[in-house]
């Protein structure tokens, strides 16, 4: 049987829009394989230059549909460390089963 290329993505569910695999098969047997990023770059990082702390979140929010509160997170984390804020453990134990939940459902 002779070699050809499948590709899978960016629409593919596998790939949930972020990048695309292309696969090269010799029958049933993976030969190759090359992975193409980048397909929902959208400037974020340009765009928050010019916003204010509170306007951020939400786009860290749009950043990835399926893991949308990591994201957010992982901003507000690196703004508490650069801030030096104290976080209540309360709210650190309600962020860790937030995200545990986030991660179950994805």
């Known amino acids: 049987m002779a070699q050809m290329w499948i ?19 010799d029958g049933e047997t993976v030969v190759d394989a090359k992975a193409e990023l980048g397909y929902i770059h959208r400037g974020v990082e340009k765009i928050c230059e010019s916003r204010e702390f509170l306007q951020i979140t ?3 929010d749009r950043l ?3 893991s949308a509160m990591t994201w957010s997170n ?3 984390y690196a703004a ?3 801030l030096e804020v104290e976080v ?7 962020r860790l089963i937030s995200a545990e939940c986030q991660r179950i459902a994805s």
């Open 80 to 82: 508490e460390d650069l």
């Open 58 to 60: 939400p786009y860290c």
């Open 74 to 76: 992982s901003y507000i």
């Open 7 to 25: 590709t899978m993505g960016p629409q593919h569910p596998m790939t949930h829009g972020l990048w695309t695999l292309r696969v090269k098969v």
């Open 88 to 94: 209540p453990e309360r709210a650190e134990y309600i």
């Open 64 to 66: 990835c549909y399926v």
